[in-house]
Nanobody, 120 residues
Framework: QVQLVESGGGLVQPGESLRLSCVAS????????MAWFRQAPGKQRELVAT???????NYADSVKGRFTISRDAAKNSVYLQMNNLKPEDTAVYYC??????????????WGQGTQVTVSS
């Protein structure tokens, strides 16, 4: 049984920054790929950033140059530094875990997420 706990969201103004954290626990004994997703009201969940077991990183075009994904393998944690936030970034942000070919989200497994609201 794996648990995913996201934190760090909040209400910020455009141009400000937030750092999201996610801790995976419950039976994690090897390196895993990790990822961040987000879901705005009435919209599909979308992939924001991924980091593979070899620390190869990819970002959605909408966040390139503004967001940075990183991990602390010893803590089974993944982070998302979000700079220059825009109103279109408003969403519930979820982390996920898996391997380089798939994630637990593919099987419907998610944490509670953390709300990010960007508004003036």
């Amino acid at each position: 049984q794996v648990q995913l706990v996201e934190s760090g969201g909040g209400l910020v103004q455009p141009g400000e920054s937030l750092r999201l954290s996610c801790v995976a626990s419950g039976s994690i004994f090897t390196m895993h790929a990790m990822a961040w997703f987000r879901q705005a009201p009435g919209k599909q969940r979308e992939l924001v950033a991924t980091i593979t077991t070899q620390d190869k990183i990819n970002y959605a075009d909408s966040v390139k140059g503004r967001f940075t994904i990183s991990r602390d393998a010893a803590k089974n944690s993944v982070y998302l530094q979000m700079n220059n936030l825009k109103p279109e970034d408003t969403a519930v942000y979820y982390c996920n875990i898996g391997n380089d070919l798939g994630l637990l989200g593919d099987y419907g497994f998610w944490g509670q997420g953390t709300q990010v609201t960007v508004s003036s």
